[in-house]
T-cell receptor
Framework: NAGVTQTPKFQVLKTGQSMTLQCAQDMNHNSMYWYRQDPGMGLRLIYYSASEGTTDKGEVPNGYNVSRLNKREFSLRLESAAPSQTSVYFC???????????FGPGTRLLVL | QKEVEQNSGPLSVPEGAIASLNCTYSDRVSQSFFWYRQYSGKSPELIMSIYSNGDKEDGRFTAQLNKASQYVSLLIRDSQPSDSATYLCAVNMLDAGGTSYGKLTFGQGTILTVHP
């Protein structure tokens, strides 16, 4: 039981490049979330998927897109990376809306 | 703008002391409240959740919730150097339709250092 896994662990991009961050969970959770964390700040929600087949915007969705590929996988795509997207990205999942969210190990992204 | 505010840090306490972490939130109808611990370079891990007014104890940790004052706190008794980390307060806020969808709003975190 690996919990929540994320790939890659670290990535360097040039401005304008695109990439997809992958997230998978093996806990049969219904809901999945993408957050970003910047220095000195808490986590901010980018997008979420309340259940398989649905996605919706969070607090800071601009510049991102998501895909809920199946119940296990939820990917985050940067179509044209900008230096302002330099951050640590965390994926999380939970079984019910009031339950514990479990976080993946994070992806550290540097956009030059 | 729905907000969660934590007491400014960093907070430094001696080993064996009580560490007190505080958090206020703006949305009166919030239902669920969480404290996460985050070690440097690691992901957040849940240490306490609380849903109703009062105290909830788990080992050395006690969470306190006062919905009328929109205030939630975390007390760590007998603090240990291994408790040194950033503590994040998170609130599950409801949208206009009265559903949260599990969306968490986090405070900025309080850095706690426990020195021997």
């Amino acid at each position: 039981n690996a919990g929540v896994t994320q790939t890659p662990k670290f990535q360097v991009l040039k401005t304008g490049q695109s990439m997809t961050l992958q997230c998978a969970q093996d806990m049969n959770h219904n809901s999945m979330y993408w957050y970003r964390q910047d220095p000195g700040m808490g986590l901010r929600l980018i997008y979420y998927s309340a259940s398989e087949g649905t996605t919706d915007k969070g607090e800071v969705p601009n510049g991102y897109n998501v895909s809920r590929l199946n119940k296990r996988e939820f990917s985050l795509r940067l179509e044209s990376a900008a230096p302002s997207q330099t951050s640590v990205y965390f994926c999380a999942s939970q079984t019910g809306f009031q339950e514990t969210q479990y976080f993946g190990p994070g992806t550290r992204l540097l956009v030059l | 703008q729905k907000e969660v505010e934590q007491n400014s840090g960093p907070l430094s306490v001696p080993e064996g002391a009580i560490a007190s972490l505080n958090c206020t939130y703006s949305d009166r109808v919030s239902q669920s409240f969480f404290w996460y611990r985050q070690y440097s370079g690691k992901s957040p891990e849940l240490i306490m959740s609380i849903y109703s007014n009062g105290d909830k104890e788990d080992g050395r940790f006690t969470a306190q919730l006062n919905k009328a004052s929109q205030y939630v706190s975390l007390l760590i008794r007998d603090s240990q150097p291994s408790d040194s980390a950033t503590y994040l307060c998170a609130v599950n806020m409801l949208d206009a339709g009265g559903t949260s969808y599990g969306k968490l709003t986090f405070g900025q975190g309080t850095i706690l250092t426990v020195h021997p």
